[in-house]
């Protein structure tokens, strides 16, 4: 299995892609549903930021309140991810070369490869569900937050691999702007169109996980740890989870897979297995 080096020498973990010295990845695709739910997402923000300022205006008859209240969803955007941000710099623990040294090295070396100009800030969170491994951002800065479920109780890592490719998946977001402030200002509306929103996110799942196969393509099986947590993902059949992708039905289950924010780890593991199919947003 081939292994991911740093500048410094020395492997950082199994299952990172093995390119010569003068290849080169090829950029990862976007899921093709990405870009048109993006255009139609906003739109539909357009449309209804329309109405809100005809409204506005018919009510108050008011050019300064209009413009207040058009100027309300993106000022309550930044404060939300102004405090979101702030809360990691004042309670979570921020890594380091100092300060669990080896998520550090992962950080710097999987943000190079991905193109980043500028590696993201990474903070470890209390609790044990990898879930919580998250991507944001605020201002210029942007940053990762993973679970403290990622690592022992002696401080370390439990699972190197599975620590890479949800930080690599992450870190696809920031690369694919996912976490700009200006995306999330343009595509607000849409959260109130029941499973519209909800279908980018999907679609951007899909693209981040594009992006954390293609660095790590060794490593993918590391979504069993969404399914049954950091303790027992090991025990985890992927293969056959993702053949329930195909033959699981029924009513509940479709509306649950049309309002749900993530693909389901069914339809996640069948589409990182199967390469030749992009994972599936609607039916």
Request: charge should be positive.
């Amino acid at each position: 299995m081939p292994y991911a080096t740093h500048p410094g020498g020395g492997v950082l973990w199994p299952g990172a892609s093995d390119l010569a010295e003068d290849e080169e990845l090829l950029p990862p695709p976007s899921h093709p549903w990405e870009r048109p739910l993006l255009v139609v997402c906003v739109v539909v923000t357009f449309v209804l930021a329309t109405l809100l300022a005809h409204t506005a205006w018919s009510v108050t008859g008011s050019q300064p309140w209009t413009i207040i209240t058009l100027c309300a969803v993106p000022a309550w955007c930044l404060l939300g991810r102004g405090l979101r941000h702030a809360r990691h710099r004042a309670e979570s623990v921020k890594i380091s070369p100092t300060q669990f040294p080896e998520v550090h090295r992962m950080v710097m070396t999987l943000s190079e490869n991905m193109g980043l100009d500028r590696p993201p800030d990474a903070y470890v969170t209390p609790g044990g569900d990898p879930l919580r491994t998250d991507a944001s951002g605020h201002g210029l800065r942007r940053y990762l937050v993973l679970s403290g479920g990622l690592f022992d109780t002696d401080g370390h890592l439990r699972d190197p691999e599975v620590a890479a490719f949800l930080m690599a998946h992450q870190i696809g977001h920031i690369a694919a702007g996912h976490t700009g402030y200006w995306r999330r200002v343009a595509t607000s509306g849409a959260e109130l169109v029941p499973g519209l929103g909800a279908a980018l996110c999907r679609a951007q799942e899909y693209t981040a996980d594009n992006h954390a196969h293609t660095h790590l393509p060794g490593a993918s099986h590391a979504v069993r740890v969404l399914a049954s947590g950091a303790h027992t993902y090991t025990r985890v059949n992927m293969g056959e989870m993702a053949d329930r992708a195909r033959t699981d039905r029924g009513c509940s289950l479709l509306l649950y897979h049309l309002f749900t924010r993530r693909p389901s780890n069914i339809r996640r593991m069948a589409a990182l297995r199967d390469r030749s199919r992009h994972g599936r947003v609607f039916l």
